[in-house]
């Protein structure tokens, strides 16, 4: 076998575990996980590189269907995953609510024409563990290959990794050399990773709607700044009553989540940091074309 390289996207229902699969793969924390639906707002890159090839991962936000705002973006972002990415992966949960809706993504990669997988994820649990074999004999009958993953500690987590890494290099084509930098585990800068952490706090400490309307920008990123690097983030709300939310009583919200994001952000860097935090309500952002390039949700046929 040449080398071989390419694009594999993970395509999938909202909160089918895609983010933990890409996570795992790679052995590295690249994309942002929390248990509620669409997490992932946009593509994010997970590369495992070894000598016989290179497998760029891509995390597609869930299938949703809308037609304006961020829900209409975190829609197209999906479709051009699946026509961008060489192979397919198939992420299908064995606790999806719906049958239908695991048809519709294994209808889906099938139909694209590119080479694919069915993964099923969230194996461990075994009260529906009898779905395992129902998930199987679909995706098998629309002409793929199935496996079944279980994203835990476990003593052959190395094992099943590299099983399944074998498995997707042979889904892609040849290639003359690796497509990104063979030390690399994403193409995502510090700045924009500290961003998503940030983000991936507030899901984990906000709850109802509010998760999903709001957004993070980083207003300064100085890595150079003495003592200690410095980053000043705005949490923008799409509703003036968010703001108190996000707040919380003696600002006790924030505090969590500027702690917890603080701790991420400084493993990731390797070092203390300075980050200041800050809310602000701007209801015209979900539906704003120009802010939502600016925060990263635009489509490449808005370019």
Same mark, same amino acid.
């Given at each position: 076998?040449?080398?071989?390289?390419?694009?594999?996207?993970?395509?999938?229902?909202?909160?089918?575990?895609?983010?933990?699969?890409?996570?795992?793969?790679?052995?590295?924390?690249?994309?942002?996980?929390?248990?509620?639906?669409?997490?992932?707002?946009?593509?994010?890159?997970?590369?495992?590189?070894?000598?016989?090839?290179?497998?760029?991962?891509?995390?597609?936000?869930?299938?949703?269907?809308?037609?304006?705002?961020?829900?209409?973006?975190?829609?197209?972002?999906?479709?051009?995953?699946?026509?961008?990415?060489?192979?397919?992966?198939?992420?299908?949960?064995?606790?999806?609510?719906?049958?239908?809706?695991?048809?519709?993504?294994?209808?889906?990669?099938?139909?694209?024409?590119?080479?694919?997988?069915?993964?099923?994820?969230?194996?461990?649990?075994?009260?529906?563990?009898?779905?395992?074999?129902?998930?199987?004999?679909?995706?098998?009958?629309?002409? @793929? =290959?199935?496996?079944? !993953?279980?994203? *835990?500690?476990?003593? %052959?987590?190395?094992? &099943?990794? #590299?099983? $399944?890494?074998?498995?997707?290099?042979?889904?892609?084509?040849?290639?003359?050399?690796?497509?990104?930098?063979?030390?690399?585990?994403?193409?995502?800068?510090?700045?924009?990773?500290?961003?998503?952490?940030?983000?991936?706090?507030?899901?984990?400490?906000?709850?109802?709607?509010?998760?999903?309307?709001?957004?993070?920008?980083?207003?300064?990123?100085?890595?150079?700044?003495?003592?200690?690097?410095?980053?000043?983030?705005?949490?923008?709300?799409?509703?003036?009553?968010?703001?108190?939310?996000?707040? @919380? =009583?003696?600002?006790? !919200?924030?505090? *969590?989540?500027?702690? %917890?994001?603080?701790? &991420?952000? #400084?493993? $990731?860097?390797?070092?203390?940091?300075?980050?200041?935090?800050?809310?602000?309500?701007?209801?015209?952002?979900?539906?704003?074309?120009?802010?939502?390039?600016?925060?990263?949700?635009?489509?490449?046929?808005?370019?």
């Amino acid at each position: 076998m040449g080398y071989k390289a390419g694009f594999l996207g993970l395509i999938g229902q909202p909160n089918a575990g895609k983010s933990s699969l890409m996570n795992f793969l790679v052995n590295e924390k690249v994309s942002i996980v929390s248990a509620k639906p669409q997490t992932t707002r946009r593509r994010i890159l997970g590369i495992w590189s070894t000598e016989q090839g290179q497998v760029v991962f891509v995390d597609a936000p869930g299938l949703i269907k809308a037609s304006k705002g961020l829900n209409n973006f975190l829609a197209k972002e999906a479709e051009e995953v699946i026509a961008d990415s060489d192979a397919l992966l198939a992420i299908i949960s064995v606790d999806e609510q719906k049958p239908e809706d695991a048809e519709k993504v294994i209808d889906m990669v099938a139909k694209s024409g590119k080479p694919w997988m069915g993964v099923i994820t969230k194996a461990d649990l075994e009260e529906k563990a009898h779905r395992i074999m129902i998930l199987r004999k679909m995706i098998e009958e629309k002409g @793929g =290959k199935s496996m079944s !993953v279980s994203i *835990k500690q476990n003593e %052959d987590e190395q094992e &099943e990794r #590299e099983a $399944l890494l074998i498995e997707f290099l042979n889904l892609l084509p040849e290639s003359p050399a690796p497509l990104y930098d063979t030390e690399l585990f994403t193409n995502e800068n510090v700045r924009e990773m500290a961003s998503e952490i940030i983000r991936e706090k507030c899901f984990e400490s906000l709850h109802q709607e509010i998760p999903y309307s709001l957004a993070v920008r980083i207003i300064k990123f100085d890595e150079n700044a003495s003592p200690i690097p410095k980053i000043y983030a705005e949490i923008m709300v799409s509703k003036d009553s968010h703001k108190a939310i996000v707040i @919380g =009583k003696e600002a006790a !919200v924030i505090k *969590k989540i500027g702690m %917890d994001s603080r701790k &991420e952000i #400084e493993k $990731l860097m390797g070092t203390k940091v300075f980050l200041d935090l800050q809310v602000v309500a701007k209801p015209e952002w979900l539906e704003n074309k120009r802010m939502m390039k600016e925060l990263g949700y635009g489509t490449k046929s808005e370019d």
